[in-house]
């Protein structure tokens, strides 16, 4: 009887902790993953505290990734994969980060390596419209006549969700592609 008692108690403070783990990862990321080494010394096995620490560097990471720290947010995203590698956040937004990596090189065959990035980002967040966005950006700096392209990439986006920060940018982007569009048609009348 004693044991059993003893052992109730272990799995309430075990969820206990799960649980503060897990509002950590949420509502302070950084601190909890400034103990993640004497955290996973401890308890390396704990799902909860694998999955609280994987949630903790994406939510750094993207705020990294919106602020344009893109090296902290490739930092972060690949961190969480070395803890959950079948973790969709990590998967997906690690491929957003390097395909702007890529963009911002300059070069066509990097861009088209990012583009090629972003379309694999489809599979693992379907209602995700950020992707089409950078799709959209790259088709632009590639070629910015190839409008069936670049308008597909961008309405697509508009039709999906978006971080709030993109809503606006997607919308204006799509709107100035479509006047563009039309006065290059306009053009050739």
Known sequence: MKIFFTTIIVLFLMGCAGTNYTSLATNE???LLAMQDSLIEKGA???RLIQALTKAHNNVGLEALYINDLKT???HFQESLSL???DSTAQYYTRITQGRILIKTGKKN???DAIELFGKCDRLMVENGEHHYWTGKAYYKIGDTDFDLILEAFLLATEKNLPPHLVEKAELELKKQ???KKKLDDFWR
């Open 73 to 75: 947010a490739n930092k």
């Open 29 to 31: 990321p950084k601190k």
């Open 45 to 47: 096995n704990n799902q």
């Open 84 to 86: 959950s590698p079948k």
């Open 178 to 180: 479509l006047a563009r």
């Open 110 to 112: 990097k861009i088209w």
